[in-house]
């Protein structure tokens, strides 16, 4: 069993930029991905972007391709996700997951952490 935290998440206008983390605790992320996906109102939880643990690859979902970065940190048990020029379509709820087999894939993770909320004011 693994537990997500999220944080970092809250108010910002639009152009600016925030740092979301997601920390693991009961043990190390695994060898597969670890994802983060949003989801605003009323919308399907969307893929944002996804490191892959052991080997560092990275993904990223047409929406946020060139303003935001996914990193981890292996002493910390953490993943983080650098987002700049943010955008109002970018507020939603951010969620971390781990053990993904398909990054891009929701369904394909087992553990979640509850998400942080993101709102991005024009």
């Known amino acids: 069993q693994v537990y997500l935290v999220e944080s970092g998440g809250g108010p910002v206008q639009a152009g600016g930029s925030l740092r979301l983390s997601c920390a693991a605790s009961?043990?190390?992320?695994?060898?597969?991905?670890a994802g983060w996906f949003r989801q605003a109102p009323g919308e399907e939880r969307e893929f944002v972007a996804a490191?892959?643990?052991?080997?560092?690859?990275?993904y990223y979902g047409n929406a946020v391709k060139g303003r935001f970065t996914v990193s981890k940190d292996n002493v910390k048990n953490t993943v983080y996700l650098q987002m700049n020029s943010l955008k109002p379509e970018d507020t939603a709820v951010y969620y971390c997951?781990?053990?993904?087999?398909?990054?891009?894939?929701?369904?394909?993770?087992?553990?979640w952490g509850r998400g942080t909320q993101v709102t991005v004011s024009s």
């Open positions: 997951a781990t053990d993904g087999t398909v990054p891009s894939v929701a369904a394909s993770y087992d553990f």
């Open positions: 009961g043990r190390t992320f695994s060898t597969y991905a």
């Open positions: 490191i892959i643990w052991d080997s560092g690859n990275t």
